[in-house]
């Protein structure tokens, strides 16, 4: 089993929907967690972290479930620009390094 | 600051050949990695560094060296290409273990 697991999708949506993923990690001491996002053929970058307490910035909200070892992104108001992939990312209690997920594609359409 | 730079940008090889993969940071971060990164299979870490002079591998180093004598440069060595390191490759840095700042990538093909 991988260590993180994501829905690679794609998802397609049209604008304005509401859209979630989930990812799921096998290790349940893991500490850190993170969203990246990766457009088509460029390199990742940080979306937002991950809280305890969940967390929002604008339209993105991320969520945190230890007892079922899942974080999830929930995405209010889908733009055409949000099309991209999105990375699921756990930092491993046992190396302290950062562990990817295979990434679920958006597709956001007009 | 350019941030992270990477060269080349694409690259490709003979089965047997060998090459560096270049990277260097200008952000006096002390941590560097290595990824690839393959098609369903998320990105996975080679080599990487906690300051110079200091390296260890990561998920997949086979067939991959790495050395890192100055804080701003962390190149990746093909010692003898296969067409099983067909990839991206992604080279990042990072003054913490929680953002990492990610280079451009090189995409290498080989034959």
């Known amino acids: 089993r991988k260590e993180v697991e994501q829905d690679p999708g794609p998802f397609n949506v049209p604008e304005g929907a509401t859209v979630a993923f989930n990812c799921t990690y096998s290790?349940?001491?893991?500490?850190?967690f993170f969203w990246y996002r990766q457009d088509c053929r460029k390199e990742p970058k940080l979306l937002m972290s991950?809280?305890?307490s969940g967390n929002e910035d604008g339209r993105f909200t991320a969520q945190l479930n230890r007892a079922s070892q899942y974080i999830s992104l929930l995405i209010r108001d889908s733009k055409l620009s949000d099309s991209a992939t999105y990375l699921c990312?756990?930092?491993?209690?046992?190396?302290?390094?950062?562990?990817f997920g295979q990434g679920t594609t958006l597709q956001v359409k007009p | 600051n350019a941030g992270v730079t990477q060269t080349p940008k694409f690259q490709v090889l003979k089965t047997g050949q060998s090459m560096t993969l270049q990277c260097a940071q200008d952000?006096?971060?002390?941590?560097m990695s290595w990824y690839r990164q393959d098609p369903g299979m998320g990105l996975r870490l080679i080599h990487y560094?906690?300051?110079?002079?200091?390296?260890d591998q990561g998920e997949v180093p086979n067939g991959y060296n790495v050395s890192r004598s100055t804080t701003e440069d962390f190149p990746l060595r093909l010692l003898s290409a296969a067409p099983s390191q067909t990839s991206v490759y992604f080279c990042?840095?990072?003054?913490?273990?929680?953002?990492?700042?990610f280079g451009p990538g090189t995409r290498l093909t080989v034959t």
């Open positions: 560094s906690v300051g110079a002079g200091i390296t």
């Open positions: 952000m006096n971060h002390e941590y």
């Open positions: 991950v809280y305890s």
């Open positions: 290790n349940s001491a893991s500490q850190s």
């Open positions: 990312v756990v930092i491993s209690s046992n190396t302290g390094k950062l562990i």
């Open positions: 990042a840095s990072s003054s913490s273990a929680y953002e990492q700042y």
